[in-house]
């Protein structure tokens, strides 16, 4: 999987993502990810990091251990 090109509809739709994200980064949870369906993960996570949201660690923690499956 590349996590930088995948929508966010498809990570959340493999239970394996889902449950990667919800471990390192609950806190994104909170927000309503469904607004962002047709967006990237890459996109996503650039701007979250960037409002302090996600801390950087935790983003590529996340992307590392989804581009791993």
Not at 8 to 37: G, T
Not at 46 to 59: F, G, Q, R, T, W
């Amino acid at each position: 999987m590349n996590f930088r090109t995948m929508t966010v509809k498809e990570c959340f739709a493999d239970p394996r993502c889902a449950a990667i994200v919800k471990e390192k980064a609950p806190n994104l949870m909170k927000y309503p990810i469904k607004l962002f369906n047709k967006k990237t993960c890459g996109e996503i996570f650039d701007l979250v990091v960037s409002k302090k949201i996600v801390p950087e660690s935790a983003a590529k923690a996340i992307e590392e251990a989804i581009n791993a499956l």
